[in-house]
């Protein structure tokens, strides 16, 4: 028997026959999804038609409602005996370049990196 036909007659039990293909019609239905676009602490707020919403398409946009300048302003101000203070913003990694506050002119100062706010206790 030739190689060919050897091969051609292997060929033909091993190999799996190929599988009928069958037509299926996709119908389109229309949606009729209107996004939920909460405002952000920025005040943002997308427009309806773009292209942007479509990550949030059959899910809802999730915007914390704990915006972090509503949480510095619970922490109250911490009154100081010095007339210079340094912040840190609580040290380490977490926290961010040591600056140096005046506190000579009256009422609260506040930390530019972290909010956090310091005044001069007058009663020493």
Known sequence: MSRLK????????ILPKPLP????????????WIP???VTHTGQKW???DYRLVR???KTKYVNPNFAINLIDEIPPQAC???????????GPLGHPKVY????????HICGYCGLRFYLDQCH
């Open 81 to 91: 005996n010095e007339r210079v203070v340094c912040c840190n913003g609580g040290g």
């Open 101 to 108: 506050i005046n506190l000579d002119k009256p009422g609260n």
């Open 6 to 13: 050897l091969l051609s007659l292997y060929s033909k039990q």
């Open 21 to 32: 293909v069958f037509c299926v019609n996709s119908i389109r239905h229309e949606s009729n």
């Open 36 to 38: 939920d676009d909460p």
């Open 56 to 58: 949030f398409v059959d």
């Open 47 to 49: 427009d309806c038609n």
